[in-house]
T-cell receptor, first 115, second 108 residues
Framework: EPEVTQTPSHQVTQMGQEVILRCVPI?????FYWYRQILGQKVEFLVSFYNNEISEKSEIFDDQFSVERPDGSNFTLKIRSTKLEDSAMYFC?????????????FGSGTRLTVV | KNEVEQSPQNLTAQEGEFITINCSYSVGISALHWLQQHPGGGIVSLFMLSSGKKKHGRLIATINIQEKHSSLHITASHPRDSAVYICAVVRNTDKLIFGTGTRLQVFP
């Protein structure tokens, strides 16, 4: 069964450092998303991406965050200068159709720890 | 106030029991999704509903659009069903709005 692949599975970084979280969505999917889950809290939307541009972003997704699909297969989330409160599990997801009409496929997540 | 509320927050059951998890939402939606989050953190999509009822194996999901309510049922529960079950809705945009989840533990 096709999978969304996320790397690394766990990253520890110093406060103020830049991190890049990587995702390989399912190849025929057109819609891509990043979500995050702070420990013990619910999953929150960060950003959606379609046709090589951001289609929607949340208040969390400020100037410190950016996304890119540099080569048609990878989908990356960059945090420019990490803060302690960025520590969370970050999930990439993709879908074949708008609004997940045929469902969403999630990656297994990257646990980011900012120290 | 959360747009998506789930109950109960925690649920324990004996193997074989019939399980019901409830989800209520306060906004207009285009679809509702049930998801399963494993202890390791991975999220799996179970159902997408816009009306009526769907069944997959021992899992049944129903939605009542007028009452803004959905239920997820598990028949003949098994310890491997132990996970967090999450209700999430899609409004007129493309993002999922998540509930806080229901932690289910099924004991042998």
């Amino acid at each position: 069964e096709p999978e969304v692949t996320q790397t690394p599975s766990h990253q520890v970084t110093q406060m103020g450092q830049e991190v890049i979280l990587r995702c390989v969505p399912i190849s025929n999917h057109l819609y891509f998303y990043w979500y995050r889950q702070i420990l013990g809290q619910k999953v929150e939307f960060l950003v959606s991406f379609y046709n090589n541009e951001i289609s929607e972003k949340s208040e969390i997704f400020d100037d410190q965050f950016s996304v890119e699909r540099p080569d048609g297969s990878n989908f990356t989330l960059k945090i420019r200068s990490t803060k302690l409160e960025d520590s969370a599990m970050y999930f990439c997801a993709s879908s074949e159709a708008l609004q997940g009409q045929y469902g969403y496929t999630f990656g297994s997540g990257t646990r980011l720890t900012v120290v | 106030k959360n747009e998506v509320e789930q109950s109960p927050q925690n649920l324990t059951a004996q193997e074989g029991e019939f399980i019901t998890i409830n989800c209520s939402y306060s906004v207009g939606i285009s679809a509702l999704h049930w998801l399963q989050q494993h202890p390791g953190g991975g999220i799996v999509s179970l159902f997408m509903l816009s009306s009526g009822k769907k069944k997959h194996g021992r899992l049944i999901a129903t939605i009542n659009i007028q009452e803004k309510h959905s239920s997820l049922h598990i028949t003949a529960s098994h310890p491997r069903d132990s996970a967090v079950y999450i209700c999430a809705v899609v409004r007129n945009t493309d993002k999922l709005i998540f509930g806080t989840g229901t932690r289910l533990q099924v004991f042998p």
